[in-house]
């Protein structure tokens, strides 16, 4: 394991005021999305689009890395990628599936072959990978069972990314499904953290060669009462701090299912608080659909005009970009 080269890619990911653009969706999320706009989900439409998004002038002053898919990745926008000084990085898990004897619970699979294609897409000029697990919040979810399954797995994939030299992005998405309270999204992400990293230590994953992609501590989406935009940065400030190892590179965001705004505000917030100024490791983005949607919404009326698409990413890349200082 070359650990400078980890922590130099790592540290270049997580700087300020950059964060990360998540285009790594599987041909069936792309599908769903194109269908949203009436764009047919063709293998020649998708490279379009994506490298309308890799192409767009000035995306490298508010982007540090880009997430993948395989597809993507062979369709060499990748390159496009790093030409422009964005680190091209590849989603390597392939999905959460039902977990065994745990109804309504999902662990993520993909450690099979893991390390051959890690190594193929270090040599295809990857510098991370990322892998996601889902926890859902329910009746007597999440499990014990479930917690364990998918830290364990992150830990595994994390050693066996720094082995082949690239920075693993481990993603335990606590869901906002469901009407829960923030104090219980609280509870369910500390208790994963704490496991998550827990095992990454047993794995032998090095810390300063790893980034966090954390959702937010936040109320269920169909919650009656759900918290403010400043108790939510509190709150996850909180919870990072006291379960987060200080050695680790960084933290970004995902969106989970905020809208563009929403997750634009809660990120400007955390940054605006005042212990934010203390904290061992920056807080960033990395966000898929709070970065595309605006942007894939004028490229589905009019494909030719990819300048106007292009200018909606731009938008939201900036002001995420302003968020992870305070300033937007």
């Known amino acids: 394991m070359d650990k ?20 790594d969706e599987s041909t069936g999320t792309c599908t769903k999305r194109f269908d949203s706009i009436g764009v047919e989900s063709t293998e020649e439409n998708r490279k379009k689009y994506r490298s309308m998004l890799a192409e767009a002038e000035g995306l490298e002053n508010y982007i540090s890395g880009a997430i993948l898919f395989d597809e993507t990745l062979r369709q060499g926008i990748g390159k496009t990628l790093a030409d422009k000084g964005i680190i091209p990085g590849i989603k390597v898990d392939t999905g959460a599936h039902p977990l065994a004897l745990h109804e309504g619970e999902k662990v993520t ?7 051959d294609r890690l190594k193929e897409y270090a040599e295809m000029g990857c510098g991370f990978a ?4 889902v926890i859902a919040i329910g009746e007597n979810i999440p499990s ?11 830990a595994r994939y994390a050693a066996l990314c720094q ?24 509870k369910v992400t500390a208790e994963t ?12 994953v090095y810390m300063p060669g790893c980034v966090l992609k954390a959702s937010m501590v936040i109320s269920g989406k169909d919650a009656s009462d759900r918290a403010d935009v400043q108790t939510v940065a509190e709150q996850t400030v909180k919870c990072l701090k006291e379960n987060v ?17 929403e997750a634009t505000e809660h990120l400007n917030e955390m940054n605006k608080l005042e ?25 589905g009326e009019n494909m030719d005009d990819t300048k106007a698409a292009q200018e909606k990413l731009l938008e939201r890349a900036k002001a995420n970009s302003l968020a992870t200082e305070g300033k937007a």
């Open 4 to 23: 400078e080269k980890l922590k130099a890619t790592a540290e270049k990911m997580v700087a300020k005021p950059k964060g990360i653009l998540a285009m």
């Open 109 to 115: 699979e993909g450690l099979d072959g893991l390390r």
């Open 130 to 133: 990322k892998w996601r697990a």
């Open 144 to 154: 014990e069972a479930c917690i364990m399954a998918n830290a364990h797995g992150l």
């Open 163 to 186: 082995e082949a030299g690239l920075v693993p992005i481990v993603e335990p998405e606590v869901l906002m499904d469901g009407d829960h309270s923030i104090e219980t999204c609280y």
């Open 193 to 204: 953290l704490d496991e998550l990293f827990e095992e990454c230590e047993d794995q032998g």
């Open 245 to 261: 190892p200080a050695d680790c590179a960084g933290v970004v965001f995902l969106s989970g299912g905020q809208s563009n705004e």
């Open 275 to 299: 212990e934010a100024n203390d904290l061992p490791w920056p807080l960033s983005f990395s966000y898929g659909r709070a970065l595309q949607s605006s942007a894939l919404k004028a490229w």
